[in-house]
C-alpha cells in the first residue's frame, strides 16, 4: 500500500515562498508519476504540477508556472514542491497524487490511485 504524506504548509506574505514535501513509501517509484493538486473552500480540487518519476519530466498549470517548481529527490523517495512569488489566490489545501498507471491527461484527479492527507498553505498578510 502506498503511503503519501505531505509536509511544509503554513501561513505566508504575498510574495513570499513555501516548500512543500511529499514522502512516497509503499512501493517502487521508477514507474510512478506524481502531482500536486490544491482545493480553496468552495471550488474543485485543482491540478497544480506533475512530475514523471523516471524520467524527470514536469508540466504545470498555466497559473502557476514560472513560480512553482516540483523536483523530486530519488534517494528520499520524496517530491518537493517550491512555491515563489506567493498570491492570496493560491491559499488551498495542497495535496500530492500518484499513480503507477499511464496517463493521458495528467491534469485529471480521478485518474490517480495514491493519495496525501493534504496541507494547508495559507498566503495572506
Known amino acids: 500500500q502506498v503511503q503519501l504524506v505531505e509536509s511544509g504548509g503554513g501561513l505566508v506574505q504575498p510574495g513570499g515562498s513555501l516548500r512543500l514535501s511529499c514522502a512516497a513509501s509503499g512501493r517502487t517509484f521508477s514507474n510512478y508519476v506524481m502531482a500536486w493538486f490544491r482545493q480553496a473552500p468552495g471550488k474543485e480540487r485543482e491540478f497544480v504540477t506533475f512530475?514523471?518519476?523516471?524520467?524527470?519530466?514536469?508540466y504545470y498549470a498555466d497559473s502557476v508556472k514560472g513560480r512553482f517548481t516540483i523536483s523530486r529527490d530519488n534517494a528520499k523517495n520524496t517530491v518537493y514542491l517550491q512555491m515563489d512569488r506567493l498570491k492570496p489566490e493560491d491559499t488551498a489545501i495542497y495535496y500530492c497524487a500518484g499513480t503507477g498507471r499511464y496517463l493521458l491527461d495528467v491534469r485529471l484527479a480521478r485518474d490517480y490511485d495514491d493519495w496525501g492527507q493534504g496541507t494547508q498553505v495559507t498566503v495572506s498578510s
Open positions: 512530475i514523471n518519476w523516471r524520467t524527470g519530466s514536469t
